[in-house]
């Protein structure tokens, strides 16, 4: 029994030393998009709208694989999937307060910067009609000349380019006083907003797909669409270790319709193919059983 009580208190001391007390388990990065946040005023004011959880579809954000369940919601006047911002403002902030009462503009421009401008190149001179100049010393005999002396011409002119200045950024920002006050324009605008996130939420529910990004525009497509891309993407991620074979396999499997800028976000987020065929596999399996009836 004692030595069966030593050999605890000694396992239990080589943990302590392996996970010090107060130690913290190491986070996962925090996931987030390239998309320019919402005034905050937005969100005090519109809050959000939160959709209902659903494990259908596929949402790649930067190129990064988020996985299901997912939930599509308004927030202010953007769209995030599972609290991560997917779009920019569908309706600009400013355009809500336009239609508030007491609204005032105020104008504001970048200060010039010292340097006005690199010049424009001097393109080489287009060749002009040559003028040619009689001398005073010529005669007739010169016209039965085996070798005549060559006759003067007039140089080409050059033409001058003096560089452009720049002209300075005037940025217009709109505010009001007291408490926001919805009307009529305003809940079109929401309503707007809500349809975007309505059609997303169908999109990804019939088991399509989207890529966001503010790089490029979303990328998208149907169940179909979904299913042909994703027996291919995550092999393709697994095999291919340069961006240059990666691109060009995926071109070749069909794929060429993909922005540049996508193919290199899915390149270097390649490391979730396990996930992704982990999950094709499991939604085989489920159909399988789903048609022998269980």
């Keep these: 029994m004692r030595s069966v009580l030593l050999c605890i208190m000694a396992a239990l001391s080589i943990a302590a030393v392996a996970a010090p007390a ?20 937005s969100l005090k004011a519109l809050r959000a709208t939160v959709g209902k959880p659903f494990k259908e579809g596929y949402v790649f954000i930067d190129g990064r694989y988020l996985p299901p369940p997912y939930k599509v919601e308004r927030w202010g006047t953007v769209l995030r999937i599972n609290g991560v911002q997917v779009t920019s403002e569908i309706v600009p902030w400013d355009e809500f307060v336009k239609t508030q009462t007491g609204v005032t503009a105020t104008k504001s421009e970048s200060p010039l910067s010292d340097d006005i401008g690199a010049a424009e190149p001097e393109p080489e001179p287009e060749p002009e009609p040559e003028e040619e100049i009689d001398d005073d010393d010529s005669s007739l005999d010169d016209l039965f000349d085996d070798d005549p002396a060559p006759k003067k011409k007039k140089p080409a002119k050059r033409k001058t380019y003096k560089p452009k200045p720049k002209k300075p950024t005037v940025t217009v920002t709109y ?6 006050t919805p009307n009529e324009k305003t809940k079109a605008y929401v309503e707007k907003i809500n349809k975007e996130r309505t059609r997303i ?35 393709l ?21 993909l922005p540049p800028a996508l193919v290199n976000d899915l390149f270097k987020n390649r ?24």
């Excluded at 107060?22 to 005023?41: E, L, N, R, V």
């Excluded at 505010?175 to 926001?180: H, L, Q």
């Design 22 to 41: 107060g130690a913290a388990a190491p986070a996962a990065p925090a996931f987030t998009s390239s998309f320019q946040k919402p005034p905050s005023a």
């Design 175 to 180: 505010s009001f006083d007291g408490e926001f």
């Design 201 to 235: 939420d169908k999109g990804l529910r019939s088991g399509g797909y989207f890529c966001f990004s503010s790089k490029y525009s979303t990328v998208s497509g149907d169940s179909g669409a979904a299913k042909h891309i994703m027996q291919k993407l995550p092999g």
């Design 237 to 257: 991620m697994k095999d291919y270790s340069s961006l240059e074979s990666f691109s060009a396999a995926v071109n070749a499997a069909g794929f060429s319709y």
């Design 271 to 294: 490391i979730v193919y396990p996930q992704l065929m982990k999950r094709i596999k499991d939604a085989e399996e489920e159909r399988k059983w789903m048609s022998l009836g269980f």
